[in-house]
């Protein structure tokens, strides 16, 4: 056995010399079957993209395995086609969408922090695809609420984790920090839009949320103040130079 990663061979190893594989296949993408078509775990889901899973019934050649790794032509599967699939969903599914719901996060790279940083969540409701953005750079898709709808009034806390409706409040969960341009829409903008709001360039604002128009209340330690210029710096020495 052979495992070729971005186009460059592995080592070979002896797996199951002189046998077959017969019977019905139950072929699962994106999660380990600890029985035929069965004992699934939840922990042993795929996290992340797939596409172009393609299986065929002898060894493809390397000329044929490069191909497919740089995109070039090649003959697709004759067991799996991508082009040709057909396939189902499991109620599984429902169960990995809870449990994706519940760890679902990011991380700001090290040397990203004290300074500003932008964040943009999607979610479709339609397809119950999740995904963040981080200063325009997007991350893993994930399932979070197939299907679902967000129903009844709202209550948008902005930095801080309520563990009810409208309350639940921890000390410990409170943003120490700074936070800007808040922006919630009814649907997914484009990615685009995305780059646009990260690079502070023109943008649609938010029509759930608009941060140039918003009411709110302010409870705690929270002031409301000007945007500091992220070039403080350049207007200081400006401001001297005028002085003289």
Not at 25 to 40: C, E, K, M, T
Not at 52 to 58: E, P, R
Not at 151 to 160: D, L, M, N, R, Y
Request: charge should be negative; proline fraction near 3%.
């Amino acid at each position: 056995m052979l495992v070729w990663v971005n186009g460059k061979p592995g080592s070979r190893k002896f797996i199951f010399k002189g046998s077959s594989l017969a019977g019905t296949p139950i072929v699962i993408l994106g999660h380990d079957q600890d029985a035929y078509g069965g004992g699934f775990n939840q922990n042993d889901a795929f996290i992340g993209q797939l596409t172009d899973v393609h299986m065929w019934d002898h060894v493809i050649a390397p000329c044929e395995i490069n191909n497919f790794s740089e995109n070039k032509k090649f003959q697709g599967g004759n067991l799996i086609n991508w082009e040709a699939l057909s396939y189902t969903t499991s109620a599984m599914e429902r169960l990995v969408t809870i449990f994706l719901l519940a760890c679902s996060c990011f991380a700001i790279p090290q040397a990203e922090l004290n300074s500003w940083n932008s964040v943009c969540a999607t979610w479709d409701s339609i397809t119950g695809l999740s995904q963040v953005w981080v200063n325009g750079k997007p991350g893993s898709r994930k399932f979070i609420f197939k299907g679902g709808s967000l129903a009844g009034t709202p209550i948008i806390v902005i930095g801080h984790d309520q563990d009810s409706y409208g309350g639940g409040f921890n000390k410990d969960e409170a943003l120490i920090g700074q936070l800007t341009d808040v922006h919630m829409w009814d649907h997914v903008i484009a990615p685009c839009e995305i780059n646009n709001f990260s690079e502070n360039k023109k943008f649609q604002g938010g029509n759930l949320i608009n941060w140039q128009a918003v009411n709110y209340a302010m409870y705690g330690n929270v002031v409301v103040e000007n945007q500091i210029n992220v070039n403080v710096q350049q207007d200081c020495d400006l401001a001297w130079m005028h002085g003289n």
